[in-house]
């Protein structure tokens, strides 16, 4: 018998949470937080506890799982984005069972949980007991060492596709293993991304928003100004390339903002990339001389900060407020380097942070950016490289996986009969 429970990250873009359970075991994949409900509390000073994250819908609500808890064998996790783990923090010590991640992703969980992390390599495999094995197969998303994760059972194979992307050209890292996607022949399921499945096109390399950003910072006058750029701050690939690009152009670069911080270090502790001279500020208010030192020679840097989806307490939402040394003036390149989290709180928050920066006269440049999410024609690609007997879309509300249900469809599929639509809290049994 194998039955698979939506948890999370089936009724929205995040908090992504699935249980799959197989005869009288089980393994949890992924724990993430609603970034939408998170960011909401965080701007409100909320002291977080799981009580008032399940109350704010901000973690997923595993009580649909509680019987399951003495089945569950490992939590498993596929990359180290915070709508993937996020909520490990407040949710994984109740079922004390270890938690498996590729080694940078366990480097950016345990700044924040001390339960047991077991390391896996990518391209690699984990036996959890003689029933399920899981093996991390490598993708090509916007973090350090994302997987796949194909959960083996006697059965056949369940594939996790979340977060799915087929770059071919890859910055950083390894190309997505598509020899062995191809070479599992007993997939009974296919859960899959549908952030991007209402998009009709492929998702494109990475190398070109290498050249975008490269075409901003070499090809604008911008002697007389400073630039700053904000992207997530777990992508480490993007970093890299701006920094390269800044020092091209004879500027140094700064690095601000905890979470970028957090990130950069582990990357570095691992030696997946090295930033070199690069200057790296955890807490803006902390460093007021070094920032002092900097605004001698302001226009010979590049500011790389936090706080591309406008939240309340990061870098650059404090600069725009006037709440740091470091000021935005007339004229300096102000370059998003991300798209906007389609979630309504981080939505409006970006849009106040533009009103703020055009009134302050910097000149903006947005969407210089690709996504780390496959978009529709790279999806049907997954699905004919996989051939799954059964389709299920995650990672997305109602519109999102109707939509990867309809690429189903177009390929084949049946809704109802091997295309399944579950919302948070539904689980269907696979058909053996």
């Given at each position: ?8 990250g ?5 908090k ?9 075991e ?38 649909v ?17 915070l ?16 938690v ?20 896996t ?38 594939l996790y ?9 890859p ?5 997505t293993?598509?020899k062995?996607?191809k070479?599992i ?82 990357a ?10 690069a200057?790296?500020?955890?807490n ?21 900060v ?7 307490n ?90 990867m249900?309809?690429l189903?469809a ?22 053996l």
């Open positions: 018998m194998i039955r698979v429970h939506a948890v999370g089936y009724n929205e873009v995040g992504n949470m699935t249980c799959i359970e197989v005869d009288d089980a393994v949890i994949l992924d724990m993430g937080l609603y970034m939408d409900r998170f960011v909401a509390l965080q701007e409100r000073n909320v002291k977080m506890n799981e009580k008032i994250l399940l109350s704010e819908d901000a973690i997923p609500n595993d009580a799982i509680k019987k399951l808890k003495d089945k569950v064998k490992a939590i498993v996790i596929s990359h180290a984005h709508d993937h783990i996020g909520a490990i923090k407040w949710m994984a010590k109740k079922y004390n069972v270890p498996i991640s590729t080694p940078y992703t366990a480097e950016i969980i345990k700044k924040h949980y001390d339960g047991e992390l077991i390391k390599n990518v391209n690699s495999s984990y036996s959890l007991s003689k029933n399920i094995k899981i093996d991390f197969i490598n993708v090509t998303h916007s973090v350090p060492q994302s997987a796949i994760i194909n959960v083996e059972t006697k059965y056949g194979s369940i596709t979340l977060d799915y992307k087929n770059d071919t050209h910055v950083l890292g390894k190309k293993n598509i062995k996607l070479g022949d007993d997939i009974i399921l296919l859960i899959a991304d549908s952030t991007n499945a209402d998009e009709e096109k492929k998702t494109f390399s990475e190398q070109i928003a290498k050249e975008m950003i490269k075409d901003i910072m070499t090809g604008m006058e911008n002697e007389e100004h400073a630039i700053f750029i904000t992207t997530f701050s777990s992508h480490i690939a993007r970093l890299s390339t701006i920094k390269k690009i800044s020092n091209m152009i004879g500027r140094k670069v700064v690095f601000i903002g905890r979470s970028l911080k957090e990130y950069i270090e582990a570095e502790k691992l030696k997946l990339v090295k930033f070199g001279d200057e790296i500020i955890g803006i208010s902390r460093a007021k001389e070094k920032v002092k030192e900097i605004l001698q020679n302001k226009n010979e840097y590049v500011f790389v936090t706080g591309g989806m406008g939240e309340k990061a870098v650059l939402t404090r600069i725009v407020n006037n709440e740091t040394e470091l000021k935005i003036e007339k004229g300096d390149f102000v370059i998003f380097s991300c798209n906007v989290i389609p979630t309504p709180v981080i939505q409006a928050n970006r849009k106040i942070l533009e009103q703020k920066l055009h009134r302050k006269g910097a000149r903006i440049f947005k969407d210089i950016h690709v996504s780390g999410h496959a978009s529709r024609e790279d999806l049907r690609d997954l699905i004919k490289i996989t051939s799954p007997a059964s389709i299920l879309p995650a990672h997305g509300d109602i519109s999102k996986t109707a939509s249900a309809s189903a177009e390929m084949g599929y049946e809704l109802g009969k091997n295309v399944h639509i579950l919302q948070n809290g539904q689980n269907m049994e696979i058909k």
